[in-house]
């Protein structure tokens, strides 16, 4: 098992930058698949971007392609969600989440992930 804890969320107008870190604790970072996933009241968690495990090839949803990076610090523990060119429909509470035996065929699902941080709000203004 793994904690995670997720900070730097905020409100940011529309087309501005946020930088959001999930830190980890618990066990060795790299020998799980870890992610990004974003939920808004009344619907599912959705799958924003994520490293599959001892893999350093990103996957990202299609909505924040282009616009999202992410990365992952496996010395410091540390999953990087850097948000460029914000939209109002961005916004959202943003989870990270870790599991040591999702497979890539599973990545894009909230039930394959064991462990989540409590969540960081994201409010774009339009």
């Known amino acids: 098992q793994v904690q995670l804890v997720e900070s730097g969320g905020g409100l940011v107008q529309a087309g501005g930058s946020l930088r959001l870190s999930c830190d980890a604790s618990?066990?060795?970072?790299?020998?799980?698949?870890v992610a990004w996933f974003r939920q808004v009241p009344g619907k599912e968690r959705q799958f924003v971007a994520g490293?599959?495990?001892?893999?350093?090839?990103?996957f990202y949803s299609d909505s924040v392609k282009g616009r999202f990076t992410v990365s992952r610090d496996n010395a410091k523990n540390t999953l990087i969600l850097q948000m460029n060119s914000l939209r109002p429909e961005d916004t959202a509470v943003y989870y990270c989440a870790a599991s040591a035996t999702v497979i890539t065929s599973q990545m894009g699902s909230q039930s394959a992930y064991s462990d989540w941080g409590q969540g960081t709000q994201v409010t774009v203004s339009s």
């Open positions: 490293f599959k495990r001892y893999n350093s090839n990103a």
């Open positions: 618990g066990r060795t970072f790299r020998s799980y698949t």
